[in-house]
Each structure stands twice: as C-alpha cells, then as structure tokens.
C-alpha cells in the first residue's frame, strides 16, 4: 500500500520522511493541493530503479539487434573483447 504525505508533511516532517524512505526502501508520495505531485525516495532506491531500467534498455537493445541479425559469431566476439583487452578499454 503506498504511503500518501502532503507537501506540508514533507516540509513539516523531512526527517521523519526520510528515515522511512532509508528503512523502507520505498516511496512516498507527496500530493499539492490534494493531487498527487511527487515521488520522494531515498538515493538507493533510486540508484537501483535506474540501474534496473538501464538493464531492461540494454535488453531491448539486444533483442533488436538479434532480430535484425546484427550479431557476431563466437570467434568474432572473442576477437573484440581481445582487442578490447589489450588496448585496455575493458
């Protein structure tokens, strides 16, 4: 169940806030004027919902070079992440 605060009680009650969000690792949604407004979390949650996202893009990415037979045989790749290896850029 999500935790509904108004912008008052963020100003209000910031620590309070806060320490749920870092206890928690869950949002709080603040409203204004009764309608929803923002998403406050902590630095962790965050970190971790982007990495996630950038995970789910990269995927995708994936996927669509695989459909459109953008892909590389086992000696290619192998020969790539060499290259890469030794220029030092991995």
Known sequence: MPIIKSST???NSYNDISTF???TNEPIFITKNGR???AVMSI???NKLTSKYELYR???QSEDDFSNGHTL???ES???LREKLNNGTV
Do not use: A, P, Q, T
């Open 9 to 11: 009680d963020l100003r």
């Open 21 to 23: 969000c870092h206890n």
């Open 36 to 38: 929803g407004d923002l």
């Open 44 to 46: 962790d949650l965050y």
């Open 58 to 60: 990269l995927l995708e």
């Open 73 to 75: 045989s086992f000696e």
């Open 78 to 80: 192998m020969k790539h």
